[in-house]
């Protein structure tokens, strides 16, 4: 059995990005921050209005590989693509960053995710995400010497939209709780975090999940509290270690009653949110799984945060091993 | 028949994008700054190797029609791609730019061309080039009313690389001459120059080409020289009107006896230098075709040129418009 730092579990999505102004999410229903799921019909429409663009490997827990692989973390990837050039791309970028990823792709329709990704003079990004291939993962997926072998299996929620994704995720978590390893996940969004509420509470109650990270305004729609710190209460109870990002605020790490305030990097223009939760995580994560103090796994989630969101797309262009040496946290 | 400013023709590629060492391309048999062309089997090889990438529309050509576009221009392109998905990403974002594109697709193999750029972290970018569906590209493809609307039409020294694409840049240049519209060509690089140095010639004595780009490099190796003014002085009676980019001492432009010298943008952080001399031709073909006088035109080239080497990738990601309004030359 090898040795994983990190399993991530999401949906494996190409990033499709262009600048836009906030006119053209008001005219095309585009909830601004937020991850609009799409079909294939819209995802033509939008692609036709959209400008010229970049793509880029994406999707959530995705990013969180690359980034705990850039820090020279030990990542595993499960996530499904189809046997098409953008599947080629995403598969090619996630291994030539070191990440062990060995889903099966599919041979037959429907084609690899795509998200749309608007980016807003403001920096903020606006997600259309078709799901496409992704729809496909299930339990057939899981690789059970990677759950047994990572310190850590970290899940987005997001992963809820497809149908059998979550009955992945419930064995993937089971074989790693069995070898005694921990679960993390994140509440991704605040309008997934409304979709699968229940859910998700369910998990963390049950402690199917150990670590759960959070950012503001996905807390507060999963208490249904417009309160921080009531939310902030309710998590501390929920989750054994709880990760709440605030955006320029910095973050708070709870566990138990013990809290924990985390500085933000301090950054020069931001230009691009995409990637700045995943890349939080990933830092955090490393960190975790290396045996850090708390206080350091945040430092390092900032640090990885704050760099993603000067350059436009989710994926380290840079080493965040040297990035770390630089800051003191190598 | 529609008025065109600029009609480009070029290989139309996807460039694919990634950081590497200079160790890299040694071991790897790259040229550095090179256009390397590469076949099917290369392309796996280097792609197997290469770090994690970003892609996006490039090719020569493609990129100074889409810069002309960005400035306000009004630019049509002649190029093939496939009908595959990195052929709908080329079509999508040079139309996306505002740029006229109508050539079929190719329905069958080969696929869509694509480059393998390698920036060093001196900011120079080494490519290798697949050329796919561009060899396809013949004088059945050649658009009268856009060779006989555009005021000048401009085509890469590429295109002598695919087997039948110079016999439509021939066919082309004879219908805009025939129009009274003049003919532009860039000599592409220095290796494309000593493959075709005989053409090349022919093509400015006969005055089939009225204007023609040329980095240093390239200038020197048409006349195998190793002196600048040597060269300068034989290009000086081969072109009607000759420019000559000379990366951080500006650019020369000669007309007759007439010379004119270009400063080039200050910039802060050479980030990556892959279209320098497209954007360069972008911006100075803009001011021409609005009649703009020369050192106007050298000027709003250098603007292009410099703001392009300030980012990753090809493709003007700011309107370039408002760019040079914002440094006197709207």
């Known amino acids: ?96 960053q070191g990440v062990a990823f060995d889903t099966k792709p599919l041979t037959q329709d429907p084609p690899t995710a795509r998200s749309m990704i608007f980016v807003t003079p403001d920096g903020e990004r606006s997600m259309n995400t078709y799901l496409g291939a992704c729809v496909e993962l299930g339990p057939e997926d899981v690789e059970e010497d990677k759950t047994k072998g990572a310190r850590v299996t970290y899940f987005e929620g997001y992963l809820w939209d497809p149908p059998r994704a979550k009955e992945a995720i419930r064995i993937a978590a089971d074989q790693a709780h069995a070898a005694d390893r921990e679960v993390a996940m994140t509440l991704s969004d605040p309008f997934c975090v409304d979709r699968y509420r229940e859910e998700f509470l369910e998990l963390m109650r049950s402690r199917t999940v150990d670590i759960v990270f959070s950012n503001e305004s996905e807390m507060k729609s999963l208490y249904q509290t417009a309160s921080f710190e009531a939310g902030l209460d309710a998590f501390r109870k929920d989750c054994r270690l709880g990760i709440v990002t605030r955006s320029e605020k910095g973050s708070v790490l709870v566990r138990g009653q013990e809290t924990i305030q985390i500085e933000p990097l301090e950054i020069g223009e931001l230009v691009d949110t995409t990637g700045a939760g995943d890349l939080y995580a990933a830092g955090f994560l490393h960190g975790y799984t290396k045996g850090r103090p708390l206080a350091d796994c945040g430092a390092l989630g900032s640090l990885a945060a704050g760099l993603i969101i000067q350059q436009i797309g989710p994926r380290p262009q840079h080493s965040l091993k040297e990035k770390a040496q630089q800051h003191g946290l190598g």
Chains 1, 2 share one sequence.
């Open 1 to 96: 059995m090898t040795d994983y730092d990190v399993l991530c579990v999401g949906n494996a999505i190409v990033d499709i990005i262009a600048r836009c102004d906030d006119d053209f999410l008001v005219d095309n229903h585009i909830i601004k921050g937020a991850m609009n799921l799409i079909d294939a019909d819209r995802a033509k429409l939008l692609y036709d209005r959209m400008g010229p663009a970049i793509e880029t490997s994406g999707g959530s827990a995705g990013n969180t590989a690359a980034g705990v692989a850039s820090f020279g973390g030990k990542a595993a990837f499960f996530g499904k693509v189809a046997n098409d050039s953008l599947g080629d791309i995403y598969a090619h970028d996630i291994r030539a």
